[in-house]
């Protein structure tokens, strides 16, 4: 699986995926359900969401394992960030997550404001 990264506290390195993500993977190709379902089979659950739309990220407390950070654009897993301390995930929220957070607010504002402008529905043809 590509994109899966690690953050130590200072820097996001590529990683493999962790033996734990690797038998949700298998739970999940066997027995289906989605993500957060099967997440929360494996005692990892879902903290916080930013974003709905085109780009979001779901942060998951994965229990004694850490924290998974789960960055999406529209609907494509872009990269999964596996962070395995406290202190780690804490510089993580400081240095990227608020950042994260506040853009894509930002985006989905614009774009709310800009579709509020567009006229719903077919438009009658007028005739001078």
């Known amino acids: 699986m590509d ?9 996001l390195r ?29 005692g990892v659950h879902l903290d916080h969401q930013f974003g709905q739309d085109v780009d979001s990220v779901s942060v998951y407390n ?12 529209s609907s494509r897993l872009l990269a999964s960030i ?9 510089e ?9 957070a506040w853009l894509i607010g930002e985006m989905e504002r614009i774009a709310e404001a800009t579709n509020a402008e567009k006229p719903i529905g077919r438009q009658g043809r007028k005739w001078a």
């Not at 596996?82 to 804490?90: Q, R």
């Not at 993580?92 to 994260?100: D, M, P, T």
């Open 3 to 11: 994109g899966f990264l690690h953050f130590d506290g200072i820097s």
């Open 14 to 42: 590529h990683c493999e995926v962790p033996e734990w993500y690797q038998v949700i993977l298998r739970d999940g190709n066997e027995h289906g359900g989605d993500t957060r379902e099967v997440l929360s089979r494996h």
């Open 62 to 73: 994965a229990g004694s394992r850490g924290h998974l950070v789960e960055y999406y654009d």
């Open 82 to 90: 596996v962070i395995d301390d406290v202190a780690a995930y804490l």
């Open 92 to 100: 993580f929220r400081a240095k990227y997550l608020h950042a994260w």
